[in-house]
């Protein structure tokens, strides 16, 4: 008898050749989602940093999508804290606010957890790693406390009815997060040696002076929003200014901040400073210029709800790019090696 007698069938093949692609999928899943865990539990210089570039950009795409639910309307699409509704977690039919104003509204405080999940992350990224810098801890440790303050912040917020102030203070703390989570990317890639001037201390000190006034203008561009139409509900109350003086306000700082990284970018040329510095003003000068542009369309256009929240965009790109100015004029030595963590070596 031949073995074309016998016909294998289909599943036997399986069970002699392979897994079946279901069980395949799941172990490929798994092999993901261990090597993903593993980027912070066994960290590397490598994956600290990129944990810490990825908690720069959640921080920064929250404020963002802060703005889109006021431009939306959907300021108090969740008209209740820490609940949506006073009966739910979660978006229920409530005769007030329209479904989709409240679903706006609960994916933003969803988007809370993921900042949250990404600054534990870095927490456990810089203090399991061989050897634990201090410096790194102390910069992490803002991620994980500065959202609990953001969500206790944020109901103040909708229980205020979006009060300008409030709201104002919001968009400011998270201002102030993108600066620690940046200032985290920034030492997670350097050493710990004590700072070393690489331009002359006058234009170091011009640096700093840019970056002050970037805030500055952050801070009249939340006046600015306080007193312009897009309040987030209509219960929610204005700032009692005058809408062009604030505009005018506005453009004057944007013109005093153009006209200091002029400054500084010339300085830099001049000192014949350091490459990386002289690109950092630059990328900065190109996007104070996108930002101004688009300022200026959204105002000539009566201030279009898309545009606004591209201005809040621009004005979290700005922000970012006057830090890592700062932080290019300067070097704190060359980063050291990770030792492996025991862990890694009992791990198979």
Known sequence: MTAADHPVTAPETQGR????????LLDRVRGLALAFFHTAWTPTTVTIRRWAL????????IAVTGAAVRVSGSGLGCPTWPRCTPDSFVPAP????????????????????????V???????????????????????IQPVGVAVQGLWGGLVVRSLLNPVTVGVHYLLSTGMILAAFALYARSGEGDAPPRRLVHRDIRTLGFVLAFAVFVLLVVGVMVSGTGPHSGDE???????????????????????IGLTFALLFALHVSDSPGRARRGALVLLGVELAQGFIGYVQYFLAVPAFLVALHVLGSTLVWIAALRVVYLMRSRGPLAALTPNRTDTARV
Not at 123 to 131: F, I, L, Q, S
Request: proline letters at 6%.
């Open 54 to 61: 990825a908690s720069v950009v959640v921080n920064a795409g």
């Open 17 to 24: 050749t392979g897994t079946p692609p279901q069980r395949a």
């Open 119 to 141: 600054g534990v992350a870095c927490v456990v990224a810089v203090w399991r790693a061989t050897p634990r810098r201090p410096a790194l801890v102390k910069l992490a440790m």
């Open 235 to 257: 219960a929610a109350s204005r700032f009692d200014f005058d809408i062009q003086m604030m505009a005018q306000l506005h453009a004057d700082v944007v013109w005093i901040v």
């Open 94 to 117: 409530h005769d007030a606010h329209a479904p989709m104003n409240m679903a706006i509204e609960f994916g933003n405080r969803l988007l809370s957890f993921l900042v949250l999940a």
